[in-house]
């Protein structure tokens, strides 16, 4: 059986299979496509043609919005998760073809290639499989097998072998030269052999890889002398769990722990297991067919001992901590780019006049006041604090510019002195006249997160020139508050810190699973043509920063948009790029009434004939659910555009330009709840969520110090996972459990018997340093099944999340 590679694809199939037997190159190319599109199907629950027309649109250079928004006939509808989940697969599946290729060219050229080994390589469904199969013929160094069969001993190694019942020693003797001195030296080449055999072995590989998978113990130590210095891990000094089942935190904390020399980390396999022969030596004796009665039994017996002891234990171990971080890795990025979704997609408070304070104590804190598109309108500093103390100057300054900008709205940024700052503010509203009273603005504290490196960044240095870096982060406060998506996607999302241990992960993956979060939010949104910045639209489907910039740079040259066919005038925007961003930018109060809406340019006409039905004027239509609602959506199908369109634009013809994000709402801290110390056990109080875990729920209740509501505590139900309950940007009701003023930790709960029978949020250790709010979870002992009540950890809030709750 031959296998033709696809130069073109990076592919190789079996030639000789019913489905490749073809020589035409764009034949069999197609039917590597069909295979490639089977098995994703398959994994992402679809039909093979949704996945053959996914992957042809992506081919094709079409977005993951714009294929999930616009192409529903072509694909039946994939949504973009499911769009996602393809897309890394594909890259994977066409990586392992490719991988597979050089590896039959490798053996090929070394002229062992048969075809049972020709066969295996096809039948291998993962790089791991390829691996091993390509193991016995990867070049190598010169090893003790190597000089052994030099030595004329590899037909020693094959006659032990294939001969149980004569003893070795005895047969070691007829291969003794002057290289091989003695039968000892014979005997221990023979065993080089073998092993080197046994360990190369790729089936017998794949079983002891899964004994290990279901058996195999995660062991962590602490380092001799490394007690003191490493108390943030003591937790972990001494401590075992299945490696199956130790979760994404814990693996990960253990993980820096090894990297920072305070933890030893190994696998123990078999540890429970008293008998003399352990199961994994017992299954390299099976594979070789060793009993124990024979000479030549027990003689390799001894080699499958030492075979697992000096080769196979550690290569195995290496692969399964590998598997392990890489579990842990994925499972936090999935984490951070679910908060971050949630985030982003954060209720807007929408354009209103807005004033950002960024508080500081001794540097004073900083004013910025931006009208309702954010353009910043005036800009102050003030000292309430000490050295200066200058309360009563501090409160004159902010009702004048409240006045003068007639002022709705006034984000708090949430760090250093925001309790103290929104006092301040709240005191000053208070003693604003009562003629004053009806326009009196709404305070609210917002996440500070990333501004510090807004305001440092070129892109804040180009859009303010002239203004002061401490300034400009008070100006991405009062922005993120009108906003939050619109301004969140000037920072890089890593620095939002809404993740687990996003530092300790591969920071490649990280970026690539972030990014796609921030496309598939400002996609989902839509963007205003006429106002969104350089950074927004960079997000658009189909746009980049270069074509971003120039849009901005026509609009600065020409004025406004009047409608989305001037984009064609943008220079290098193309009719490709058009089609794939046109439907998600938005011109509002335009000469074309469909280039507010989600509405794709191409499908006007058919619009177009849905008002025509209606009788109505397309203005008067829009948001008139009672003349669509009575509309028959098959009547409008035809060659070009399907049911699952004509229903979108029905519903977009209904509430046209409509925002998927919920309803503005903010939490209201209770007053005189300032600081920790204000704080008691069964206090309820309000506050924002601002970071989730499989763990449970970080949430500010404005004390300076985020409490956490550990997985236990969400609900009256059992909880696997604390996204079932809440997200990043909820508002919730929470009670004091208990406080760690010591440690600065606070437990909470949301449970309605929270605090009867003892229960309390377990105590976890720290995990060392993290980025801004890199809430590594407290670590626990395994999960309880399913079924079975869930049980609160006992004691307060451990040392170990003293790292996870630091704010700054």
């Known amino acids: 059986m031959a296998f033709v590679r696809v130069s073109e694809y990076g592919l190789a199939f079996p030639s000789s299979d019913s489905v490749f037997r073809m020589t035409d190159k764009s034949t069999l190319a197609a039917a590597i496509a069909r295979q490639i599109a089977q098995t994703i199907a398959q994994e992402i629950g679809a039909r093979p043609q949704q996945a053959e027309a996914a992957i042809a649109l992506l081919d094709e250079g079409a977005t993951v919005p714009f294929i999930a928004r616009y192409r529903k006939e072509a694909t039946g509808g994939l949504d973009d998760t499911q769009l996602r989940l393809l897309g890394e697969r594909l890259i994977y599946l066409r990586e392992l073809e490719a991988r597979r290729a050089a590896i039959l060219d490798s053996i090929r050229q070394q002229e062992k290639l048969t075809p049972e080994l020709e066969a295996s390589l096809a039948a291998a469904v993962t790089k791991a499989e390829l691996e091993d199969i ?38 070691a003797a007829a291969y003794l030269t002057e290289e091989v001195a003695d039968v000892k030296a014979a005997l221990e080449g023979a065993r080089d052999i073998l092993s080197e055999q046994f360990a190369q072995n790729a089936e017998l590989l794949g079983r002891l890889r899964g004994h290990l998978r279901q058996n195999a113990n995660l062991r962590a130590r602490v380092v001799d002398g490394k007690q003191e210095e490493g108390a943030k891990f003591s937790d972990y000094f001494d401590h075992v769990e299945r490696w199956a089942n130790a979760p994404s935190h814990r693996a990960l904390a253990m993980l820096r722990g090894r990297n920072e020399d305070v933890l030893a980390l190994e696998i123990e396999v078999d540890a429970e297991d008293t008998r003399p022969l352990k199961p994994v030596v017992r299954m390299i004796a099976e594979a070789y067919a060793i009993g124990d009665k024979l000479p030549g039994d027990m003689w390799l017996m001894e080699v499958a001992g030492w075979t697992w002891r000096v080769k196979l234990s550690l290569h195995l171990s290496l692969d399964l901590m590998t598997e392990l971080r890489a579990r842990a890795e994925k499972e936090a990025i999935d984490v951070f780019a679910r908060n971050l979704k949630d ?61 003068a900008h007639k002022v709705d709205l006034i984000a708090i940024g949430n760090g250093t002195g925001s309790r103290e700052t929104e006092k301040l503010v709240a005191e000053m509203l208070a003693a604003l006249p009562a003629s004053e009273a009806g326009t009196k603005p709404l305070k609210v504290v917002v996440s500070e997160a990333g501004a510090s490196v807004y305001s440092a960044s070129a892109l804040a240095a180009a859009e303010f020139p002239g203004l002061d870096v401490s300034l400009r982060g008070a100006v991405s406060i009062a922005r993120r508050l009108q906003d939050p998506l619109a301004e969140l996607v000037k920072i890089d999302p890593k620095s939002i810190g809404v993740g687990q241990y996003q530092h300790d992960v591969d920071q490649y993956h990280l970026a690539r699973a972030l990014d796609a979060v921030v496309e598939d939010a400002v996609n989902a949104v839509g963007v205003d043509l006429n106002t969104a910045s350089a950074s927004l639209l960079a997000r658009v489907s189909g746009l980049g920063t270069a074509l971003a910039e120039a849009v901005v740079a026509h609009r600065d040259a020409n004025g406004p948009f009047a409608s989305r066919k001037q984009l064609k005038d943008v220079a290098r925007l193309g009719p490709r790029t058009f089609e794939q961003c046109a439907g998600f930018l938005r011109i509002r109060d335009g000469a074309e009434p469909l280039d507010a809406s989600a509405v794709h340019p191409e499908a006007y006409g058919v619009a177009r004939k849905i008002v025509a039905a209606c009788g109505h004027d397309l203005r008067s239509l829009m948001g008139d659910s009672a003349a669509l609602s009575g509309l028959n959506p098959a009547a409008f199908v035809d060659e070009r555009f399907g049911l699952p369109t004509v229903r979108d634009i029905i519903a977009e013809l209904d509430k046209p330009g409509r925002d998927p994000r919920p309803a503005f709402k903010t939490a209201t801290f209770t007053d005189g709840i300032d600081d920790m110390k204000d704080l008691k056990p069964g206090m309820e109080l309000e506050g924002t969520v601002t970071n989730v875990a499989a763990f449970g729920a970080f949430v500010d209740i404005g004390v300076h110090q985020d409490g956490l509501v550990h997985v236990s505590q969400l609900a009256d139900r059992f909880i696997k996972d604390a996204h079932e309950v809440v997200k990043v940007g909820d508002v919730v009701k929470v009670r004091v459990l208990e406080i760690d003023l010591k440690r600065k930790r606070i437990s909470l709960s949301m449970r309605r018997d929270a605090g009867v029978g003892g229960a309390k949020p377990q105590g976890e250790r720290g995990q060392g340093e993290r980025g801004p709010r890199d809430s590594s979870p407290p670590p626990r002992g395994p999960r309880p099944p399913a079924r079975e009540p869930q049980k609160a950890p006992q004691g307060a809030l451990g040392a170990a999340l003293m790292d996870a709750l630091k704010r700054r």
């Open 134 to 171: 390509y193991l016995p013929f990867k070049p190598k160094r010169r090893n003790r097998a190597e000089i052994a069969r030099e030595r004329g001993l590899g037909p020693l190694a094959d006659a032990i072998l294939a001969d149980r019942a004569a003893v070795p020693a005895e047969l």
């Open 343 to 403: 985030l982003l997609l954060t209720a807007p408070a929408g354009s209103r006049t807005t004033m950002g304070l960024d508080p500081g104590i001794r540097t004073g804190v900083k004013v910025a006041v931006v009208d309702g598109t954010g353009k910043l309108l005036a800009t102050s500093t003030v000292y309430p604090f000490q050295p200066k103390n200058d309360v009563r100057g501090t409160q004159a300054e902010l009702a004048r510019l409240i006045r």
